[in-house]
T-cell receptor, first 115, second 114 residues
C-alpha cells in the first residue's frame, strides 16, 4: 500500500496564480483532511471530508476550496494564491468510527511558496 | 473550544538522557489523546494514543498516561537516542461535535546529541 500520496512535493507560485494540490489514499478511508503547518503554529485544519460528496470547513478555510468526488481523492484548490498561503500542506486520512480514536495517516507534505 | 498546550522547544538532550515533554489540554467532551512525531522532511506519524482516563499509550520506548484529573498527557522516554531527534506533537480528538478533527499543540523540537 502506498498510504497517503501528495503531489507535488514542492511548488513556487506567483501571487494571483491558481493551483491544485493533489491527495490520494489507497486505504479506503472515509475521513480525509487538509492541514497547513506554519512555524510556531502547529497544524491547523483547512477542510475535511467524511465521505464522497461531503466536505466541511475547518479552522482556516478562507482562500481554499475542496471537493470529494471519490473515496480515494481529496484535492485542495487555491483559486488566487496570496503570500500568506506560503506554508507546508499536509493531507491526512483515517477510518471513521470509534468516537474519534482512529489514528490519522499523513502524506509527506507539499511545500508551497507564494512570491 | 478545544486546545492543546505543550512545552516550547527546542529541547536538546544528550544520548541516553531522560525525556519528558509536557502536554495539557482543554476539551468540551471526552477526548482521545495522541502523540505524533515528525521526522525531518516527512509527514506526521502516530507515535502512541490513549482513549480513556488512566490508559497508558506506549511505542518504541515512549510512554504517555491519560490523566483526566490534571488534563495532561505527558510524553516520556527513559533513554533517548540520536534517532529520536524529531518534532513531537500532542493532539486530541474530541468525542463531541466534529469528533474526527484533530486539535494539535504547536510542536516540540527534540535534538539528541551523541
Amino acid at each position: 500500500n502506498a498510504g497517503v500520496t501528495q503531489t507535488p512535493k514542492f511548488q513556487v507560485l506567483k501571487t494571483g496564480q491558481s493551483m491544485t494540490l493533489q491527495c490520494a489514499q489507497d486505504m479506503n478511508h472515509e475521513y480525509m483532511s487538509w492541514y497547513r503547518q506554519d512555524p510556531g503554529m502547529g497544524l491547523r485544519l483547512i477542510h475535511y471530508s467524511v465521505g464522497a460528496g461531503i466536505t466541511d470547513q475547518g479552522e482556516v478555510p478562507n482562500g481554499y476550496n475542496v471537493s470529494r468526488s471519490t473515496t480515494e481523492d481529496f484535492p485542495l484548490r487555491l483559486l488566487s494564491a496570496a503570500p500568506s498561503q506560503t506554508s507546508v500542506y499536509f493531507c491526512a486520512s483515517s477510518l471513521l468510527g470509534g468516537g474519534g480514536n482512529q489514528p490519522q495517516h499523513f502524506g509527506d507534505g507539499t511545500r508551497l511558496s507564494i512570491l | 473550544g478545544d486546545s492543546v498546550t505543550q512545552m516550547e522547544g527546542p529541547v536538546t538532550l544528550s544520548e541516553e538522557a531522560f525525556l519528558t515533554i509536557n502536554c495539557t489540554y482543554t476539551a468540551t467532551g471526552y477526548p482521545s489523546l495522541f502523540w505524533y512525531v515528525q521526522y525531518p522532511g516527512e509527514g506526521l506519524q502516530l507515535l502512541l494514543k490513549a482513549t480513556k482516563a488512566d490508559d497508558k499509550g506506549s511505542n518504541k520506548g515512549f510512554e504517555a498516561t491519560y490523566r483526566k484529573e490534571t488534563t495532561s498527557f505527558h510524553l516520556e522516554k527513559g533513554s533517548v537516542q540520536v534517532s529520536d531527534s524529531a518534532v513531537y506533537f500532542c493532539a486530541l480528538s474530541d468525542s463531541g461535535a466534529g469528533s474526527y478533527q484533530l486539535t494539535f499543540g504547536k510542536g516540540t523540537k527534540l535534538s539528541v546529541i551523541p
